[in-house]
């Protein structure tokens, strides 16, 4: 049975309806200007003092689009609002493509949870939001969740796969931190994900078991933060994006801004300001067992067109496998 099975960050799905609240609950700061009709109530939600807003239309449809194209079997999602959410985007913007929606909320205060969209009928479904790590056993090590979902065949009389989906510690430090001890801090919090990970899924699966984890892990598969997750001495994983074939070549870098990818293996484009070039790193990825190792038929990449990506900043990498 030939399956194909990817990832993909949506970035900041959210609905086109905010929560209705009052006015005392809006956070102050951060150069909001607030206009209504009336002065009792209003449709708003707020993080850190600014605005969220809803995903541009044009950029739902190009991500949706996008997911048409590939027309993988499973595909495991980042940075979704909610449940209703994802189900209306693939009854809307999908023409119902999926006939199996999961998403259970996690811990991003930002509201961006993990979901699964199948054509194959899925089985349990766990959250590993409330997991801690040892070094801080009073604290979700989770940013957001490790979402764990059992894979069926159409008869529902087997279990195909497990599939592991997470969205991991970003770089991100705000401006009133101190740069390198955040950047520091940041990276204990990815490590210490990346252990809790390999934990969980060592505890779960068997040496012989067929289970595939995916996500945006923040970071390169080379990264010593994440080694952990992929090197654990009873379930080694398998890097399958390491020969992508692309839907259509990298576009070219402007004059004066380098030569772009040194390889096909990237899903996220970051241009800083001034010196260094651009960086093209692959943060979107995914590993198999050592079970599924030799049923990996291809992997592939759908490359943007616009360097700062078509509806995500992030490309959807997906695999084929023979199970």
Same mark, same amino acid.
Not at 70 to 82: F, G, R, S, T
Not at 98 to 116: E, K, P, S, T
Not at 226 to 241: G, I, S, V
């Given at each position: 049975? #030939? ?11 959210? !609905? ?11 956070? &102050? ?8 009709? !009336? ?43 909610? *449940? ?21 909320? &996690? ?24 997991? #801690? ?7 979700? *090590?989770? %940013? ?25 510690? %970003? +770089? ?9 001890? &955040? ?8 490590? /210490?994900?990346?252990?809790? #990970? ?7 699966? /068997? ?12 970071? !390169?598969?080379? !990264? ?30 402007? +004059? ?17 300001? &001034? $010196?260094?070039? $651009? ?9 198999? %067992? ?7 038929? %291809? ?7 616009? +360097? ?16």
């Amino acid at each position: 049975m #030939v399956i194909s099975v990817g990832t993909f960050n949506l970035n900041n799905l959210f !609905s086109r309806f905010n929560f209705q609240g009052n006015n005392s609950d809006v956070p &102050g700061g951060g150069g909001i200007t607030l206009e209504f009709d !009336s002065e009792d109530h209003f449709r708003a939600r707020a993080f850190m003092g600014r605005l969220v807003r809803y995903k541009d239309p044009l950029d739902t449809e190009t991500i949706a689009d996008r997911i048409l194209s590939i027309n993988v079997d499973v595909l495991a999602v980042q940075e979704v609002e909610h *449940v209703e959410v994802l189900n209306e985007f693939n009854r809307t913007h999908l023409n119902g493509l999926y006939d199996h929606v999961a998403l259970i909320r &996690g811990n991003d205060r930002r509201m961006i949870d993990l979901g699964v969209l199948s054509k194959l009928p899925l089985g349990s479904v766990t959250s590993h939001q409330a997991a #801690v790590h040892p070094d801080d056993p009073d604290e979700r *090590v989770f %940013s957001r969740d490790l979402f764990q979902v059992e894979i069926l065949n159409h008869a529902r009389t087997r279990k195909l796969f497990t599939l592991y989906n997470t969205h991991l510690k %970003s +770089h991100f430090v705000h401006f009133y931190e101190d740069a390198a001890a &955040g950047a520091a801090k940041a990276n204990q919090r990815r490590q /210490r994900q990346a252990e809790t #990970v390999s934990r969980i899924i060592s505890a779960a699966e /068997r040496p012989d078991s067929a289970f595939i984890l995916v996500g945006d892990m923040n970071d !390169s598969p080379d !990264s010593v933060y994440l080694q952990p997750m992929y090197e654990a001495d009873n379930q080694p994983l398998f890097n399958a994006l390491q020969e992508p074939e692309e839907t259509r070549p990298a576009k070219a870098e402007a +004059h004066g801004q380098g030569p772009g990818p040194k390889t096909k293996a990237w899903t996220y484009r970051r241009n800083p300001l &001034g $010196p260094p070039l $651009p960086e093209y790193r692959l943060l979107d990825q995914i590993w198999l %067992s050592q079970k599924l190792k030799d049923k990996l038929l %291809s992997s592939h990449i759908d490359r943007r067109t616009r +360097h700062r990506g078509n509806g995500s900043d992030h490309d959807p990498a997906w695999i084929v496998l023979d199970v």
